[in-house]
């Protein structure tokens, strides 16, 4: 049986909030079988928690914000690629403040967290979303699109006008049976655009933005020393953040992802036509090893 899996022990880390630029501290506890992933906010008195299983999408504003029972917590897409691209459905995340921190702006330090918190298999299978037939959404020229396909891959192209964009870098092709989630693509920043700093601060939004966090394009160039961590850095983000958003779910996800110029709010809207038209997915567990599909195992093997 294909088991599902919890942390091992509980590991903890302080951050600043990308969107409030408050120091948050963050606890991520292991959690029993079908539980899922559940954030608890411990700021609120009593303690109150938003499970993805029965959240909303309730905010897609440069991050996604999820809410159950009126209580909110946001920028929680980074956090939860990582839980999707390791293979852990049952943890407890407890957060001191509204948004999750937001680190280096990739999930490469989620990532070493949670492996250094270690991995255990638990007495219950896991449960993928299946997708049974194509669904679509658009906005304009831009498009989201899943597939069926036994396994997972992402196809993101991203489309502006900048010296740092070419043919060569513009599109990621992520096939999860041929490539790492650890080394391939948590390392993808966050990026923005200088232009947009006053206008994002005077709507209380990136208070906690820097050049530590993010990757900030000028017009002409990247002001980061450091420069792009690889060529496709910015198209491998969206797809980063494509993962997060369809594990929103709270499920791991048999099949394929295409975009052209998505975003958090289009994802949501992939989601919930996805779940509104019953017939496209379906839950689909397996009793043994050798007919698990091996793009997701390949993601686990680190246990």
């Not at 899922?36 to 996604?64: H, M, W």
């Amino acid at each position: 049986m294909l088991r599902q899996r919890t942390i091992l022990r509980k590991v903890s880390f302080e951050g600043i909030g990308l969107h409030s630029g408050e120091l948050i501290r963050t606890e991520i506890c292991p959690a029993e079988p079908d539980k899922g992933v559940i954030f608890r906010r411990i700021d609120i008195v009593p303690n109150r928690d938003i499970s993805l299983s029965n959240c909303k999408v309730t905010g897609t504003q440069l991050a996604s914000t999820i809410s159950e029972n009126n209580i909110e917590i946001s920028t929680v897409e980074h956090l939860v690629a990582a839980l999707s691209g390791l293979g852990i459905d049952n943890v407890l995340v407890k957060v001191s403040g509204k948004e999750i921190p937001i680190l280096d702006g990739s999930a490469a330090i989620f990532v070493y967290l949670l492996k250094s918190a270690g991995c255990r298999e638990q007495n219950s299978a896991k449960k993928f979303i299946t997708i049974n037939r194509t669904v679509r959404v658009s906005d304009g020229e831009k498009w989201a699109m899943l597939e069926p396909y036994f396994g997972f891959k992402l196809n993101f192209v991203v489309d502006f006008t900048h010296p740092i964009i070419n043919k060569n870098n513009r599109m990621v092709n992520v096939d999860f049976e041929r490539m790492s989630f650890v080394k391939d693509i948590a390392r993808a920043r966050t990026f923005g655009f200088l232009t947009d700093i006053g206008s994002l601060l005077k709507n209380n939004l990136a208070r906690g933005g820097g050049l530590d966090n993010a990757v900030v394009l000028s017009k002409t160039g990247i002001l980061n020393r450091e420069g792009l961590r690889s060529e496709n850095e910015l198209a491998m983000h969206k797809a980063l953040d494509a993962i997060g958003d369809l594990y929103l779910t709270g499920y791991p996800m048999l099949g394929s992802y295409s975009a052209f110029k998505s975003g958090h709010a289009l994802n949501n809207k992939l989601i919930r036509k996805l779940v509104k038209e019953g017939d496209t997915w379906s839950f689909r567990s397996f009793d043994n090893l050798r007919g698990a599909p091996l793009a997701w195992a390949k993601q686990w093997s680190w246990i």
